[in-house]
């Protein structure tokens, strides 16, 4: 049954992609041709320029109490970076989305701001790596010729994600930091290797969902209205379960286990259209999540602080970070206390895990939702991708990528507002980190390629 | 009134507050234009012309509703014509419409009814220009240009 299904439909997606991208691909540019002006993307970078500038200047400006040369020399780097990425977009011929770019660069351009703003001992190495996500996003956009040979190696990316997963707990390499074993010692610093593993999951889940999807959505028997789902091909399901069980467990990182499974329940939804398989997820995700409760008593903690923050033993103890957040939320008011006017130094380890009360204590409740809504485009630009790709693996794909955004930004900003208890997720492009910053502009690559694909392939 | 330093700081504060804003703004109307563009791909005509509902009984179909033409057409009211007119007095398979040869081509495919071309009933292949009526059933049509 399935390779009859899967099989013939595989082929003719492969053929129609590559059959788009080899027609504009390198041989295309080597023979020459117009450049691909890309003007509402450059329209746009104009703007995040004069914000970049304009947060540079505050912040500094707050700090030093004159308007230096440093206040350009930051931001001129940055920007220059970000036109040297769209240059390199225009000469490429490069068809793909003109919007994500230039919302991510403003994102990117935000916490740039709030690293010099919070612990400016850290903005060079931020900038650092902001270079390396610009490397990282021109790779991407290179390599693979043909997005569609990433479903052929799903297995590989599926074990590669394992790996990955299962690397902090290694001894010798494996480091604990802020209590979560997130962490894989590499030369002088360290990096999380699940920010990758977000990306390999989705590539896999695509891929697997592709060729399994009727499989799954037609299920042979319903009791009730409820179909039975066909064991073998929900195994993968279950894997994946256990495993965000066990990165909950022995890594301590409640974010990274409610964001794979997350991930996976909505593409499993998008991909069958069974609503059904959602709720037995997130049942067996809150039953795992009850146990955990009652078994460990770190995850009892986390739940506790956002039950009760204000409680006399909590507020000073573990719930003070969570604490001091709420009270820079309420803070900044509506237009906030002005860019490096606050008091966010007060929140421990804010650079990290509280940026966004940071940013709404400083801007106010008008700058976090202007924030909130640069994701909104971000997250809306990235689903239209995916419902106008050309094959499903790649809708799969589009889909899985604006979702891991989403989910990231409701579970941290969430988190932040204390409508969710707190996980030690990154707000995607604004917080500090290398590895968040090099994944997020991976997956910004992967988007625009998928939009290029379906653009070469109608013919727009 | 002096600027001071402290007036500038809040000057650049305000501003970045507002170029946040503008800039959500361009993004929001960059982003409407691409799916505008989008849309007037998608709504390209289908068809190389149109025949445009002028009467019908009982809205089946819709008086105005644009039915789209390929280079050839049958009409009636089976499902499986390519212009279908849910109309009792239509046959199964009443009439055929086809591009030859630079011009359009009505022809009655024996139907119980007839086809009538500006009100008169055709017997043989009969040539229709853009801007005649044709009645099939108690549907009155008119070729358009696309």
Redesign the interface.
């Known amino acids: 049954m399935r390779s009859r299904g899967a099989a013939p439909r595989a082929a003719l997606h492969v053929g129609a992609v590559r059959g788009g991208s080899s027609g504009g691909g390198a041989p295309r540019t080597a023979g020459g041709g117009v450049p691909r002006r890309r003007t509402a993307e450059l329209g746009l970078l104009v703007w995040v320029a004069l914000l970049a500038l304009a947060g540079f200047a505050a912040v500094v400006g707050a700090e030093t109490s004159a308007f230096g040369p440093a206040v350009i020399v930051v931001p001129a780097i940055y920007l220059g970076l970000v036109l040297a990425l769209h240059v390199f977009l225009v000469l490429r011929r490069f068809r793909g989305d003109q919007l994500l770019f230039p919302l991510a660069a403003a994102l990117t351009a935000i916490g740039l701001v709030l690293v010099q703003r919070l612990a400016s001992d850290l903005l060079l190495q931020q900038l650092s790596w902001a270079l390396i996500a610009g490397g990282a996003f021109v790779a991407t956009i290179l390599i693979p010729r043909d997005l569609t040979t990433l479903a052929r190696f799903k297995w590989t990316w599926a074990f590669l994600g394992l790996v990955l997963l299962v690397a902090p707990l290694l001894p010798g390499i494996g480091r604990e930091i802020n209590g979560a074993k997130i962490w894989v010692k590499i030369g002088p610093g360290s990096i999380e290797p699940w920010e990758a593993v977000k990306l390999l999951l989705v590539i896999f889940f695509a891929g697997y969902l592709e060729e399994y999807r009727e499989v799954l959505a037609q299920a042979p028997r319903r009791i009730g209205r409820f179909p039975v789902p066909p064991i073998p091909y929900l195994l993968p399901i279950i894997a994946m379960w256990g495993m965000a069980m066990v990165v909950m467990v022995f890594e301590k990182d409640l974010g990274a286990t409610l964001l794979f499974f997350g991930i996976f329940l909505a593409m499993l939804y998008l991909a069958t259209g069974e609503a059904f398989y959602t709720l037995i997820g997130l049942a067996l995700l809150l039953g795992g999540g009850f146990v955990a409760y009652h078994a460990f008593p770190h995850v009892a903690a986390r739940v506790d602080i956002w039950i009760r923050p204000f409680a006399d033993e909590l507020r000073f103890g573990a719930g003070y970070q969570l604490v001091q957040g709420l009270f820079a939320l309420g803070n900044g008011g509506l237009i906030g206390a002005g860019l490096g006017n606050g008091l966010p130094e007060r929140i421990p380890v804010v650079w990290s895990d509280f940026v966004f009360d940071a940013f709404a204590e400083e801007t106010g409740f008008l700058g976090a939702a202007a924030l909130l809504a640069v994701y909104l485009l971000f997250v809306y630009r990235g689903m239209l991708i995916a419902l106008r790709a050309p094959t499903t693996f790649l809708q799969l794909l589009a889909a899985g990528l604006s979702f891991i955004v989403a989910l990231q930004t409701l579970v941290i900003v969430g988190g932040n507002a204390r409508l969710i208890p707190l996980t030690g997720i990154t707000l995607p492009f604004v917080a500090y980190g290398g590895s968040s910053l090099v994944t997020n502009w991976m997956l910004v690559a992967l988007l625009m390629r998928v939009s290029d694909a379906s653009a070469r392939i109608r013919g727009t | 009134m002096e600027i001071t330093?402290a007036v500038?700081?809040?000057a650049?504060?305000?501003?970045?507050?507002v170029?946040?804003?503008?800039?959500?703004v361009?993004?929001?109307s960059?982003?409407q234009?691409?799916?505008a563009?989008?849309q007037a791909?998608a709504a390209r005509p289908a068809g190389i012309a149109f025949l445009v509902v002028q009467r019908s009984v009982r809205g089946a179909p819709r008086v105005g509703e644009r039915m789209p033409l390929r280079a050839v057409n049958s009409i009636g009211r089976d499902a499986g014509n390519d212009v279908v007119l849910n109309d009792e007095a239509a046959s199964a398979r009443h009439a055929l419409l086809e591009f030859a040869d630079g011009e359009w081509w009505v022809e009655d495919s024996g139907s119980t009814n007839g086809t009538l071309v500006n009100g008169e009933s055709i017997r043989s292949r009969e040539r229709l220009q853009y801007g005649d009526e044709l009645a099939v059933g108690r549907v009155a049509l008119r070729l358009e240009q696309a």
């Open positions: 330093f500038l700081l809040w650049v504060r305000i501003a970045f507050l170029l946040l804003y503008l800039f959500l361009r993004a929001f960059a982003l234009r691409s799916l563009a989008e791909v």
